[in-house]
């Protein structure tokens, strides 16, 4: 039911933004260098799509980007969140100050990253894994530090060492919102990467959005953009769904 509700209103604001696209471009007070009509951007992603090669090449390169930029920023945030999260006086201590770094504009940081790593994937991971990496620290932080510590005191009572209490007793606690941190962490790694990309790149789903930009090619902008959002949403369900059934394996 909820489901049906979630589609009813996603499917009403896309046509909504349809027509009124639709309208906009029929009734010129939008120019087609600004604003592409509708048929124009389908015969464009028509293009795109009857020569697959040029879609799915810099879709592999981004989502390899991303990947990587994923297991950098889960590997680090996780190894962040164990480190600190047992101890009440490194909470104290580090959850405001990561809070924080995590709210301030990052993205800033880039062409620094650009300049010391270049234009290539190095520099594309680096932002993307410094986007993921908050996400997963933080959540990995507070879910450690709110393990029931009745639970660690029962099995050190029963012998069991770290590396068992951290197997049996943690991990088990923390998986929830840990891979669901995951989660976002790969939406934002994903959409930074696109934007940085586009920012410098030389390949990828956001360099092919510059490129038509720059080019001033409009029906194939927002062909890329369309390309962009379908890419987004689809990594994201896909990556639900993966999660959704680690978490359900890690609970049994």
């Not at 489901?3 to 909504?16: D, E, I, M, N, Q």
């Not at 989660?183 to 510059?210: C, D, H, K, N, P």
């Not at 962009?228 to 639900?240: E, Q, R, Y």
């Amino acid at each position: 039911m909820i489901l049906t509700r979630r589609a009813a209103v996603y499917g009403s604001v896309l046509a909504v933004t349809i027509v009124a696209w639709i309208l906009l471009t029929a009734s010129g007070a939008v120019k087609p260098i600004l604003l592409a009509a509708p048929l124009d951007v389908l015969g464009e992603l028509g293009h795109l799509l009857s020569h697959p090669a040029k879609v799915l090449e810099p879709i592999g390169v981004t989502l390899a980007e991303a990947t990587v930029a994923l297991a950098v920023a889960a590997i680090a945030g996780v190894v962040t969140g164990f480190a600190i999260g047992p101890s009440e006086l490194g909470v104290r201590a580090y959850e405001p100050l990561i809070t924080t770094l995590s709210a301030l504009p990052l993205v800033i940081l880039y062409p620094v990253l650009a300049a010391t790593l270049g234009i290539g994937s190095p520099s594309k991971v680096a932002i993307g894994a410094l986007y993921g990496y908050f996400p997963v620290a933080i959540a990995t932080l507070r879910a450690v530090h709110r393990v029931d510590r009745g639970l660690l005191t029962a099995a050190r009572t029963m012998g069991a060492r770290r590396i068992a209490l951290a197997t049996s007793v943690v991990l088990p606690a923390v998986s929830s919102p840990v891979i669901a941190s995951m989660r976002v962490a790969m939406s934002l790694s994903l959409v930074t990467i696109i934007a940085a990309e586009f920012i410098s790149g030389a390949a990828g789903v956001g360099y092919q959005l510059a490129t038509a930009s720059q080019g001033l090619d409009t029906p194939a902008l927002f062909a890329w953009v369309v390309i962009a959002i379908a890419l987004t949403v689809v990594v994201n369900i896909a990556f639900t769904m993966v999660t959704t059934l680690t978490s359900k394996g890690i609970e049994r």
